[in-house]
C-alpha cells in the first residue's frame, strides 16, 4: 500500500504479490480477508494480486469451482500492460495438479487457451503446461512444448524451452536431450532463446547452474516433482520454488533475460551483519589438489574492494591479515571475524 507509483512500475514488482501469496500457500479460506483488502491496492497491482492469492491459496487442492473461476478471467479483454491473465492461467495449473484427472482436463483447456487466447494468455500457457507434467513427460505435452518452441512469438518460444526442461528434468528421456539440442543449433544466432537453451533456470532451484543439454541426465537422482509418497502428500517449499521461477518467467526479457540475473560475487559483512568492505585479491582459479605445501591459489590476480563481481573461473581471496573469513570458500556472502593477533 506504500509503494509510490513509480515502485509499482518495476518489474520485480510482481513478486511482491507472490509473496504475500505464498503466506497463504494451500490454506484455501483462509485467505479470504487479505483478498478483500487486496482489492483497495493500486490499480498497477490489484488484480495481478487478486489472481495470485487466489490461485496460491487454492494449489493442489483440484477445486473445480476455482478452475472454472480463474478460465471466466480470460473472456475479458485487458488493456495493453496488464498482465494479470499471466498468473490465472499458471492457476488452473497448480490447482489442477492435485490428481490426474484434473491434469488432463486442464491441460485440454490450455490447449483452447492457446488457440483462442490472446497473446498475454498464450506467453504463459507453455509455463502452466510444464508445471502441469513438471518432471513427468507426457507424449502429447512435449509435443505442444516442441512445437511452441518455434513459435514467432519469442517470449512463448522461450516460455517453452524452460518448461521442455522441466517436464525433463530428472527423467533420463533421450527425446527432451534431442530436442534441447536440436534447438540449441537452431537458435545458435538468437542470444536470448540460446541462453535458455544452455543455461535453463530451473537448474537454479535444483542443483545450481549447470548447462540445459545435460537437464535429462539426473539420472532419476533429483525430481523437481513437488508431489511424494504416491502422489499422496505435497511439499509446499517445493511448489513455492517452482512457483517463484514461472512467475519470473511471466516477464522474461525484463527479469530473468534483464539486469535482474543474479551475478556470482563477494560481498563480506561483520558479525553483526552489517556490509564491511575490505580489499580482497581476485584472480584466476589454480587447482592445487595433491600439491604440498602452501602454493598459490590464484594467478594473475587484481586487487579490489568488497564487494565485486567474480567472473568464471575467478577466485577471491583476502588481501589484509586484519579479519579471518568464517567461511573457507569467499563467494556470496562471508561473515569476517576480526583477527585477535593483528
Known sequence: MDRSDSELGEPLTRLLPLGLGLLYLGK???????????KTFNEKIRKYCNMTLLSCAYAGTGNVLKVQNL???????????ETCQGPAVL??????MAEELGVEMAIRSLEHLLQ???QNIRRAVPLALGLLCISNPKVNVMDSLSRLSHDADSDVAMAAIIS??????????A???????????????????????????????VCGLLKVLYICNLGQILTLAPYHSEHFLLSPTALAGIITLLHACLDMKSIILGKYQYPRM??????????LSVPVQVGQ?????????????????????????????????LATEKYIPLSPILEGFVILRENPEY
Open 28 to 38: 484455501q479460506e483462509s485467505v479470504e480477508a487479505t483478498a478483500e483488502v487486496s
Open 71 to 81: 478460465l471466466g478471467h480470460f473472456a475479458q479483454h485487458l488493456e495493453k500492460g
Open 91 to 96: 492457476g488452473i495449473a497448480m490447482v489442477a
Open 116 to 118: 483462442y487466447g490472446e
Open 164 to 173: 521442455l526442461g522441466l517436464i525433463g528434468a530428472g527423467t533420463n528421456n
Open 175 to 205: 527425446r527432451i536431450a534431442g530436442m534441447l539440442r536440436n534447438l540449441s543449433i537452431y537458435y545458435y544466432k538468437e542470444a536470448n532463446h540460446l541462453f535458455c537453451v544452455s543455461f535453463s533456470c530451473v537448474f537454479l532451484l
Open 266 to 275: 563477494l560481498m563480506t559483512v561483520d558479525e553483526n551483519l552489517k556490509p
Open 285 to 317: 582459479a589454480v587447482d592445487v589438489v595433491g600439491q604440498a605445501g602452501r602454493p598459490k591459489t590464484i594467478t594473475g590476480f587484481q586487487t579490489h574492494s568488497t564487494p565485486v563481481l567474480l567472473a568464471a573461473g575467478d577466485r577471491a581471496e
